[in-house]
T-cell receptor
Framework: DAGITQSPRHKVTETGTPVTLRCHQT?????MYWYRQDPGHGLRLIHY???????DKGEVSDGYSVSRSKTEDFLLTLESATSSQTSVYFC?????????????FGEGSRLTVL | GQQLNQSPQSMFIQEGEDVSMNCTSS?????WLWYKQDPGEGPVLLIA?????ELTSNGRLTAQFGITRKDSFLNISASIPSDVGIYFC????????????FGKGTKLTVNP
């Protein structure tokens, strides 16, 4: 258990409003990721971070931004939420140097955009 | 981009039956991993495979890293109700970013 906490766990919002999801980890893992999970699509990478202030895009990054100002926190922001962003969002972490691809996942944040 | 084809998409089995699922790719991976997601939870790593041809067991689970490095399978023997969930395969190519490519998952239902 990598001590990953996501907040909020559930959120309902309206189209056009900004939303920020937070991921907090206590294991000092270097790498952090945001995935979204949708039926029929599995897990798709949105953005990831390979260190403080170092981030890069994943395969479905449009409409999302991220920030990582300290090792333990990785924020995902939807500047103007749309109904297509209704999904379950998972944060994951990996420790540096393993080279194995082993990720530890949080419990997920369910976002509904009306 | 890289894609993994995971099959079957779903399985409905009776308790005690064996289960087999697999993943194939057109790309080569250095590591194959299998995750399980319980309902309402995040995925948890079950097995990681690091060498082509490697066969690894974890209790009732057995997984193999295909010799071509483009496929992997997961077997579950003597299924029990708590095996219910979604199973994901994932492939990893070393390169420093620690990014995984995930299959779309196999949803397993076990009838008591």
């Amino acid at each position: 258990d990598a001590g990953i906490t996501q907040s909020p766990r559930h959120k309902v919002t309206e189209t056009g409003t900004p939303v920020t999801l937070r991921c907090h980890q206590t294991e000092n893992h270097r790498y952090m990721y945001w995935y979204r999970q949708d039926p029929g699509h599995g897990l798709r990478l949105i953005h990831y971070s390979y260190g403080v202030k170092d981030t890069d895009k994943g395969e479905v990054s449009d409409g999302y931004s991220v920030s990582r100002s300290k090792t333990e926190d990785f924020l995902l922001t939807l500047e103007s939420a749309t109904s297509s962003q209704t999904s379950v969002y998972f944060c994951a972490t990996a420790w540096s140097g393993s080279g194995t691809g082993e990720l530890f996942f949080g419990e997920g944040s369910r976002l509904t955009v009306l | 981009g890289q894609q993994l084809n995971q099959s079957p998409q779903s399985m409905f089995i009776q308790e005690g039956e064996d289960v087999s699922m697999n993943c194939t790719s057109s790309s080569i991976f250095n590591t194959w991993l299998w995750y399980k997601q319980d309902p309402g939870e995040g995925p948890v790593l079950l097995i990681a495979l690091y060498k082509a041809g490697e066969l690894t067991s974890n209790g009732r689970l057995t997984a193999q890293f295909g010799i071509t490095r483009k496929d992997s399978f997961l077997n579950i023997s003597a299924s029990i109700p708590s095996d219910v969930g979604i199973y994901f395969c994932a492939g990893h190519t070393q390169g420093g970013s620690e990014k995984l490519v995930f299959g779309k998952g196999t949803k397993l239902t076990v009838n008591p």
